[in-house]
């Protein structure tokens, strides 16, 4: 692919001395013994890749997240969108993943414009966290739990149905998690186009900035879908999904407290427990119609 032929805002690393080696893969094999019918018996499971990914900008070191090393350009978009380091994807204006020397890790280096760095390094953070933490280092809980955005847009409405439907749609795109059993996902799905993108990692966070950063390169509009992820609901996604714009988060697990109070404030509809025989609406349920003509 071309430099033209790229996304805006995203650009993919070069050849050079940083980058010549090869991202680990994704997911690998470990032998085990298996107990069945009263006797051991040698197997192996297929276990996802966890890495230590760290995020600079500007040279400037910024955080260390534990993740699945795939998906790293829309990791590196989703993250800087969602973290609010930048405001849209154009102010990202390039980004190198480097494999740095002697399985040390990935560092994905990204460049953004100056008014943007000045802004981060008054906000400055270091993040050492583990798998898929979104709110470790932090400064002050009124950082962690600030509602910095307007509710999002009331966005369409859709049918009981068509929630069933998106969650359907999760689980046979998830290659790696029906390999390994160990990661979650992240999905958006549109009436009429079916699940337009699906993202995974071993952290549910990492999976929704995965995401995030493949509807901005696309150019999708998060409010006119449904986001959908295998995990709990937890505060810091609803704060993704607000940052994100999206009008309605669905999830096969139940939320906190603090995550349903934050939905209510931002607008977002809550769908919770969705399985297969249903699922629980806890906030904005107008958006979810009733009548079996909506959408």
Known sequence: ??????????????????????????????????????????????????????????????????????DLEDFALGFSLN???????????????????GGLGI????????????????????????????LCGLESLQEALAVDLPPVPPGPHFAPATIMAAMRALRPAQLLGERTRAVHAAGFFKPGRGLVALREDVGRHNALDKLAGALARTGVDAARGIVVMTSRISVELVQKAQRMGASVLCAVSA?????????????????????????????????????????
């Open 107 to 134: 560092e994905l280096r990204m460049w953004i414009r100056t008014e943007r760095l000045a802004a981060l390094e008054k906000r400055r953070r270091r993040i050492a966290g583990p798998t898929g933490c979104g």
């Open 1 to 70: 692919m071309s430099p033209a032929d790229e996304p805006d805002g995203v650009r993919q690393a070069r050849p050079g001395p940083h980058a010549a080696a090869p991202l680990p893969p994704a997911s690998g094999s470990a032998p085990l013994l298996r107990w069945r019918d009263g006797s051991f018996a040698p197997g192996e499971r297929i276990v996802p890749e966890e890495t230590p990914v760290a995020f600079s900008f500007n040279r400037l070191g910024h955080a260390v997240m534990m993740a699945t090393p795939a």
């Open 83 to 101: 973290e609010q380091i930048i405001r849209a994807p154009d102010e990202l204006e390039e980004c190198e993943v480097v494999v740095l020397e």
């Open 255 to 295: 939320p906190t407290s603090l995550a349903l109070r934050t939905a209510e404030a931002a607008g977002i509809t809550l769908v919770a427990v969705a399985r297969e025989d249903g699922f629980e609406l806890c906030t904005h349920p107008d958006r979810i119609a009733r009548d079996a003509g909506s959408r």
